[in-house]
């Protein structure tokens, strides 16, 4: 009876650890496709492609690591038998997994929540703002987002007010 127990548990570490590995490969190739039901999850990594896949990115080694550590255990384990050291193989294993699956999460919702967001304000992204920011649309940083004239929710307070210079504006 322990035997068959100890072979059920074993099958379903190693079907835990064979599900993280497809889903640890995709994120690390960057081809998971932003869903509610695979990968990080956060509401900071669902809010666009290039953030879902960048958490993604950063949580697959660990989700790799999860998983090999699950196939490796639970097939340990069932090839030792019915011995304690089976049941002591198999309990280390998953707890190791999956605190290795979590922290691969932990850190892809870090590096989500670190990915700037689109302010969707050309004058933000400019260096300085005005016609320099209609001139050089992909440029980043400065502008009044590094004035300090970017409001919480996206809007440019250089852009309601006409587009001036941020230098030329006190922060609202």
């Known amino acids: 009876m322990a035997l068959a127990l100890l072979i059920i548990v074993c099958a379903a570490v190693i079907l835990l650890g064979a599900a993280a590995l497809p889903l640890g490969l995709r994120g690390l190739r960057g081809t998971l496709p932003r869903n509610r039901y695979a990968g990080v999850r956060t509401p900071a990594a669902l809010r666009d492609e290039q953030t879902f896949r960048i958490a993604n990115r950063v949580a697959a080694p660990p989700i790799l690591a999860g998983g090999a550590v699950a196939v490796i255990a639970g097939g340990c384990a069932v ?37 700037p967001a689109e302010s969707g304000c050309s004058v933000c992204a400019a260096p300085s703002g005005g016609a320099e920011a209609r001139a050089a649309p992909d440029s980043t940083g400065g502008g009044c987002a590094a004035a300090g004239l970017c409001s919480s929710g996206g809007n440019c307070a250089a852009a309601m007010l006409g587009q001036q210079e941020p230098s030329s504006r006190s922060p609202e």
């Open 79 to 115: 090839a030792l038998g019915g011995a304690a050291t089976s049941w002591l193989i198999v309990g280390i294993g998953t707890v190791g997994a999956v605190a290795l699956i979590l922290a691969g999460g932990a850190l892809g919702a870090r590096a989500a929540a670190a990915v």
